[in-house]
């Protein structure tokens, strides 16, 4: 109470204060990646550069983090109008949301005022900026609010915590006795109104108020707020909190043309899907935030962001090997191959003396002994292969031969202990030796290998020969190569199930295959490390609403016994495993229910956190459990893999001086672009159009590099390819079919420029099912299973709630001579599935005669 008295006191009590102090407004350049709706309280969002973090939540309150230290917690407004001790909360008022990658926008509105708190994080400084914009027809008081902290991540701690208003600054000291880690909140239009204690932080908020006498005063002007911290001297921080205060305006000007470059090089993409375009830029944005330059440990990726509230990390807001490995599949397919190298470079510096690499490094590693005190920092054996696939995934697309040659010898290590975790000696990585891999408790780890962690070491296994290659080891590539027909054989032989007609999950000491369904076995196929037939037998047990949602893939079968909603490894969807699962299906061909998990991950970029994705969501509901972190690196991967390697089926090898266009994308594009595809030193662009009875391609380079081109299109089975022309001439082509596509092949050199031309006799085709999935939903989309045509009849598999009615929009309908399982309706078929209990799926064919 008596806190209270003195704030309110500080608060009124001065009659004549100048107005503050200010900068001039700013005009928010145009953005069309902007998202804006109306804000939702409880929903998260950040702005984050480099050096420091502002993670809250769509109220305005947040905690600040300066690497690794986490400054202050539950910053907030609070407005007080004319002469009123009544606080109006900004969490009552705020009313829009409005993101760029720049800056984020929060606008708060009463009857009488607009305020909008424009939320700046500078890349490579540790600091944020807030310009508060004011519109108000009556005197204003804005009270900030704040719990000061200054504690380095889990599991470090330091003690003697003190908060102080410096008047000459206008801002507070948050410090500690060793003056070694500091922090500085505060406007140059505020005055301090808490009472601070020199010794000790206080129980209740520090606030500081900024008054506002003469509204019209304030147009044309933006009220700045700085915050600035980390570890070094007071005064070289107090230099870092001026410097931002400064010139503010300068840093929003630097965020946007950074993230201007960031958008420009890399891959774009035009289609005539919106929502996709906008996701996989907003991926660009989330996997860029998660670079961190750590003043101990050096610069690299953590694994995702997210408040910690009274905790010590900020989500996942460590180092993790395994998630960066992951990521780098994302980042070198559009061509972000300097921020993959840095994430590389970093995780060698910890590799352990027998070659494994770290699984998670705490970013307070400068404040305690990681390694030796605590058991987590190597735990997973999946990393170190994982480490191998990334850096050849890196070297294939940028024939950086010479950090192939300077990381020579963690490669090796790298592999050799990967190589001595085979007790058994059948090719494969045991988990009992190596450690955790694709679940990390419960009765499912009691395994001798899982498939995950044997396809990431077959497809390390399959690297090596190449990187040895690299560097002139001709012996060892040899070796390499041998031993990865072994590994290569073993996992086609050991993970198939014969009975179940899948890749199985596990098997165990005794050889005995674990039965149950799951989604693990994408990680494989994505490679594509099984046999084709088996492989897509294996895909359409995914396919199934058994592991299949309107919003991603199950992590294990909805039928087990083990299967619980919310239970991270045993039910949960995970879009990072929908990632794998997508670009599986595309990968054989599955280019319908691919489309539909792409998607999936697509909608994530924009239902909670705008332009990040979810980690893990409800295998019941479409809804995140609470805990759950709303920006989550390889959940990104959902969006970006699929997309690129998948449904474009773009490929490049530097090496080779090759790349490989097989696009899988829906049957009514009639066109799309990609430009600035970047493979060695060449950048490529590809202009696609479709017509009823022809695809054009036009691909151009902008270094006029010799390159071979492979060109392969899916259409539709039953397409007839009647003819390809190459630069006006008539060339050969091959032809590839599946259960679902035929995909003529054609190879062409490419200097310049290229021109291909492909007529076809077209037929009927299916377009993906739509999904009006929203936050809350149960599963209840249409599911295709699985296609096989002979001679003139289609024959579709699917699967849908008992009793309900689908529709499924097709192309060249007129083509359609009968349909049975179906009702044809114009260009749409309406299924009616056969009654079965209420609530669940059921299986259902449909069969098409075509004239």
Same mark, same amino acid.
């Given at each position: =109470? ?14 004549? %204060? ?7 407004? !700013? ?5 069309? /990646? ?27 309150? !947040? ?5 690794? /230290? ?14 009123? @001790? ?72 330091? $003690? ?84 931002? +205060? ?70 996942? &807001? ?34 352990? +003396? ?28 999946? #990393? ?132 149950? +369904? ?7 196929? =994505?490679?594509? /490390? ?14 199934? +609403? ?6 991603? #893939?199950?992590?294990?079968? %909805? ?38 998990? /792409? =998607?999936?991950?697509?909608?994530? @970029? ?26 989550? $690196? ?14 474009? $089926? ?37 202009? !696609? ?38 630069? &006006? ?29 492909? @007529? ?17 939903? #149960? ?73």
């Amino acid at each position: =109470m008596k806190s209270f008295i003195i704030a309110l006191f500080f608060l009124f009590a001065t009659t004549f %204060i100048a107005q503050p102090q200010t900068v001039p407004a !700013f005009k928010l350049g145009p953005n069309d /990646l902007e998202l804006h709706r109306l804000a939702q309280p409880s929903t998260y969002f950040d702005k984050v550069g480099r050096k420091f973090a502002v993670l809250g939540y769509e109220s305005g309150s !947040f905690e600040a983090w300066a690497y690794p /230290l986490k400054l202050f917690r539950n910053f907030e407004f609070s407005f007080f109008i004319g002469s009123s @001790t009544e606080p109006i909360k900004a969490k009552d008022i705020v009313r829009y949301i409005s993101v760029t990658p720049e800056a984020t926008t929060l606008t708060y509105t009463y009857q009488s005022f607009t305020v909008k708190a424009i939320y700046v994080t500078p890349i490579e400084e540790p600091g944020a900026i807030i310009f508060l914009d004011v519109s108000s027809t009556e005197p204003l008081t804005i009270v900030c609010s704040f719990l000061p902290v200054l504690q380095p991540m889990w599991p470090a701690g330091i $003690g003697g915590q003190s908060a102080r208003w410096l008047d000459d600054i206008k801002a507070y000291q948050i410090s500690e006795p060793t003056r070694k880690n500091s922090a500085f909140i505060g406007s140059p239009a505020a005055a301090g109104i808490s009472y601070t204690p020199a010794h000790m932080l206080s129980d209740v908020p520090n606030q500081f108020k900024i008054l506002v006498h003469h509204p019209d005063s304030l147009k044309g002007k933006y009220i700045p707020i700085i915050m600035a911290g980390g570890k070094g001297s007071r005064d070289s921080i107090k230099a870092i909190y001026k410097r931002l +205060a400064g010139n503010p305006e300068q840093y929003y000007h630097q965020n946007f043309s950074y993230y201007r470059s960031l958008r420009s090089n890399t891959m774009q993409v035009q289609t005539p899907n919106k929502e996709l375009n906008l996701a996989l830029e907003w991926a660009k944005v989330a996997y860029d935030n998660l670079m961190v330059n750590n003043p101990d440990l050096g610069y690299g990726m953590v694994a995702g962001l997210g408040p910690s509230g009274t905790g010590g990390r900020p989500g996942f &807001g460590w180092f993790f090997g395994g998630d960066a490995f992951i990521n780098s599949f994302s980042l070198n397919g559009y061509g972000a191959y300097e921020t993959v190298r840095d994430a590389l470079a970093f995780t060698q510096q910890w590799q352990r +003396a027998d070659g494994k690499m770290a699984h998670e490094l705490t970013q307070a590693g400068g404040y305690v002994n990681w390694w030796k005190d605590y058991p987590y920092g190597y735990i997973h054996g999946d #990393t170190s292969p994982f480490y191998i696939c990334s850096i050849y995934d890196y070297y294939k697309m940028t024939g950086d031969v010479d950090f192939i040659k300077k990381s020579w010898n963690s490669i090796k290590r790298a592999y050799d202990w990967s190589l001595s975790t085979d007790e058994n000696n059948d090719g494969l990585m045991d988990n009992a030796k190596a450690g955790l891999g694709a679940m990390e408790y419960g009765p499912l780890t009691d395994i001798q290998s899982d498939i995950y962690t044997g396809a990431v070491w077959v497809r390390a296994a399959y690297a090596m020969p190449f990187l040895a290659q690299a560097v002139g080891e001709q012996s060892f590539a040899k070796k390499a190569q041998e031993y990865y027909t072994k590994a290569s054989k073993t996992f086609k032989e050991k993970f198939w199930d014969e009975n179940n007609k899948q890749y199985a999950y596990a098997f165990t000491a005794n050889d005995e295959r674990v039965d149950i +369904a799951s989604p693990w076995s994408s990680v494989g196929l =994505m490679w594509e /490390l099984g046999e084709p037939d088996k492989s897509a037998k294996s895909l359409e047990k995914i396919n199934s +609403a058994e592991l299949s949602t309107d919003w991603g #893939t199950r992590s294990i079968s %909805i039928k087990s016994q083990y299967f619980e909603a919310l239970n991270y490894n045993y039910g949960a969807v995970w879009p990072f495993l929908t990632s794998w699962v997508a670009t599986a299906q595309y990968k054989h061909h599955f280019a319908l229910q691919g489309y539909n998990s /792409l =998607m999936a991950s697509v909608r994530h @970029t924009f239902d909670n956190s705008l332009g990040q994705v979810t980690e893990v969501f409800s295998g019941e509901q479409n809804i995140w459990p609470q805990e759950a972190v709303a920006h989550q $690196g390889f959940c990104t991967a959902g969006v970006v893999m699929p997309f690129v390697r998948g449904m474009l $089926g773009l490929e490049g090898d530097a090496i080779a001086k090759s790349v490989s266009f097989a696009p899988h994308v829906p049957a009514d594009w009639d066109k799309f672009l990609i430009t600035e595809y970047h493979v060695g030193q060449e950048y490529f662009s590809f202009d !696609f159009k479709r017509e009823k009875t022809k695809i054009t391609l036009d691909v151009k380079t902008k270094n006029g590099l010799p390159y071979s081109l492979t060109f392969a299109p899916a259409l539709g089975i039953g397409h007839k390819i009647l003819a390809v022309q190459a630069n &006006g001439q008539a060339v050969r082509w091959k032809e590839q079919v599946s259960s679902q596509t035929i995909q003529p092949i054609v190879e062409v050199p490419i200097k310049n420029a290229a021109h291909i031309e492909i @007529t076809f006799e077209p037929t009927v085709e299916l377009l993906p099912p739509s999904s009006d999935t929203k936050t809350g939903d #149960t599963n209840k989309g249409l599911k295709i299973i699985s296609t096989t045509r002979k001679e003139n009849e289609l024959k579709i598999v699917v699967e849908g709630l008992a009793n309900e009615i689908y529709n499924l929009k097709l192309q060249n309908s007129e083509l359609i001579q009968s349909v049975t399982g179906a009702r044809l309706q114009g260009n749409t078929l309406d299924i009616l599935f056969p009654n079965g209990p209420q609530g669940e799926f059921v299986r259902h064919s449909i069969s098409i005669r075509t004239k």
